[in-house]
């Protein structure tokens, strides 16, 4: 039986029986998958007997900061994978959306295409699609050599009253941006396979500003590599060599840098080992440096490094009022070096700039339950921060705590959820005396985790928010609203954007920095077709105003086409 008359079968029998538990839903997911099996969480007897509306998994995938956490998610373990775009064979690690295996979101036609797998569509009855053709197609007559396509094109609007608390020039600013990504991935066997993308963007608008090698490139390679694969000592084992974009790490801390149109891309290489129940990877990077004017022309910026590692373990299932936790333990190192305009220390007037080489190591702890979830992490920064031109280093101290917890109604049909997220990124004073201890993250962390509208950088912050959604039942469409209300962590430092730290005509007082109601829009429109629709308005405290920062208002629309 073909998976999507499975899903139309399923359907008709909600409609008729108007509840359908969770075991039945299990058995036909089961018996509608004749390609090789993708291991599944065990369903536990709490989540058997929870009713839901839908048998089927919403298609939408948003960008969760820690996995199956902040998805539109349903409640048993045999609807917590992707409808058809599968994740690779990661055992436990392909729970939810499969960020836990370290590759990134996996959603049918996902953010993350070099992580699908669309082997199963050499069955050409399981082909529902008309872009399934491209997704698997055969080389030699074993089907042992195929190639997969993949594409997006992301149109994205966005205006601005303010920009960066009337820091920019350009009031009432409408901006546009175009961007394609188009890939290939090349199977040669079972244990060798080659991925290619190309990207292309530009921008344009009124009153526009920052037009930079993020937002226009020219036609290029934005991944390139190669990976060998297969079994060893028990765990499927890759080692992966090129340029390639990398998302194994939580998104408050870095990730792909997906507000720009030009993502950030990586080379060098990558080795991973997965186990039934715990994973390794390990990776050493340089930068891809960008080229927005001429053709296949990026090189690498050997002064821009990240490396380390990370160990994710499946915690073992345990109880909380009868309910079971499906968690997972992440354990990681990333070091940093890095240049440009976040590697500065404030002074009274202007900053120092230089180069800060740091380390992080934290971990991450987070999970699911019936209707509820979590993510608990912590992080300490060490390292150096060497002034241009001086052989003088500054030590590094700084941290960072982040958490977000919450509750869900899965049996109603609008699957409200509603929670608390609560983030602290240490903050110094302005100047050299001592160490620098003003958390950083040079690397792009995803920007709507804390703030749509970008203009507060996650350093020397506290920020504490109330956080509701609800996603209809049948999964076309996710509201979200969170309030974030700010503070500065030390009240003698500075207040950092996304390009350095703010100054203002005249010295701001006080730690308050103000507050941000936002809303967000989620409309998947079709399989392929996906609308979002971001407002915001960020209010600055009175000490902000008097020392010349500004309210204003933020929208944005982003239509993404994907295949």
């Not at 969170?482 to 996304?498: H, L, Q, Y």
């Not at 429109?525 to 209010?539: E, K, P, S, V």
């Amino acid at each position: 039986m073909s998976r999507h008359h499975s899903y139309r079968n399923r359907s008709l029998l909600a409609l008729m029986a108007l509840e359908i538990c969770a075991p039945r839903a299990a058995v036909a997911a089961q018996s509608s998958s004749p390609a090789a099996p993708v291991t599944q969480a065990p369903v536990t007897q709490t989540e058997e007997w929870i009713h839901v509306p839908s048998t089927e998994r919403p298609p939408i995938q948003n960008y969760p900061h820690a996995g199956v956490v902040g998805q539109p998610r349903r409640v048993v373990a045999s609807q917590n994978h992707a409808p058809q775009g599968r994740q690779g064979p990661w055992g436990a690690f392909s729970y939810g959306n499969g960020e836990s295996a370290g590759f990134g979101p996996v959603g049918r036609y996902g953010v993350a295409p070099w992580a699908e797998d669309w082997s199963f569509l050499r069955d050409k009855s399981r082909r529902d699609d008309p872009f399934d053709p491209l997704k698997f197609i055969a080389l030699n007559d074993a089907k042992t050599i195929w190639l997969s396509f993949s594409g997006e094109t992301r149109l994205r609007n966005w205006y601005e009253e303010t920009p960066f608390l009337g820091k920019k020039d350009g009031s009432n600013s409408g901006r546009f941006g175009v961007r394609n990504l188009y890939g290939a991935d090349l199977h040669l066997g079972e244990h060798v396979r080659l991925f290619g993308q190309l990207i292309n963007a530009d921008a344009a608008g009124w009153k526009g500003f920052g037009y930079n090698t993020t937002y226009r490139k020219r036609l290029d390679l934005q991944q390139a590599f190669i990976e060998f694969k297969g079994k060893l000592a028990g765990a499927q084992t890759g080692f992966m060599f090129g340029r390639q974009q990398f998302l194994d790490a939580p998104s408050y801390v870095l990730y792909n840098r997906e507000t720009p149109n030009v993502p950030l891309s990586w080379n060098g290489g990558r080795i991973y080992a997965i186990w039934p129940n715990i994973r390794v990877d390990t990776f050493d990077f340089v930068q891809t440096k960008t080229d927005a004017t001429l053709m296949f022309h990026d090189t690498e910026d050997y002064g821009t490094r990240l490396y380390g590692g990370d160990i994710t373990a499946l915690v073992p299932q345990f109880s909380i009022g009868g309910e079971t936790v499906h968690s997972f333990l992440d354990i990681f190192y990333y070091g940093y070096r890095y240049g440009g305009s976040l590697s500065v220390v404030p002074l009274a007037s202007g900053s120092l700039k230089g180069t800060s080489s740091r380390g992080n190591v934290g971990f991450r702890w987070y999970g699911t339950a019936a209707s509820f979830e979590y993510s608990f992490g912590g992080l300490y920064q060490d390292g150096t921060f060497q002034k241009s031109g001086s052989e003088h280093k500054s030590a590094v101290q700084a941290y960072s705590v982040n958490t977000i917890v919450g509750y869900r109604h899965t049996p109603s049909p609008l699957h409200p959820f509603i929670g608390v997220q609560a983030d602290l990124y240490s903050g110094g004073a302005d100047g050299t005396n001592g160490p620098v201890r003003t958390y950083m993250a040079p690397f792009n962390p995803q920007t709507n985790y804390l703030d749509t509208t970008t203009y507060i950088q996650p350093s020397n912050l506290v920020s504490v928010s109330p956080v509701f959604s609800v996603t209809p039942w049948k999964g076309f469409a996710s509201i979200q609203f969170k309030v974030p209300f700010m503070w500065r962590e030390n009240a003698d430092g500075a207040i950092w954007n996304s390009s350095g730290p703010y100054t203002f005509s005249k010295t701001y007082h006080g730690g308050y920095i103000g507050v941000v109601p936002q809303a967000s829009l989620k409309l998947q429109l079709n399989r392929h077709l996906t609308w979002q629709i971001y407002g915001a308005r960020f209010m600055a405290s009175n000490g902000l105003h008097a020392a010349g920062g500004k309210s204003g208002s933020y929208a944005q629309s982003n239509v993404v086409f994907r295949f």
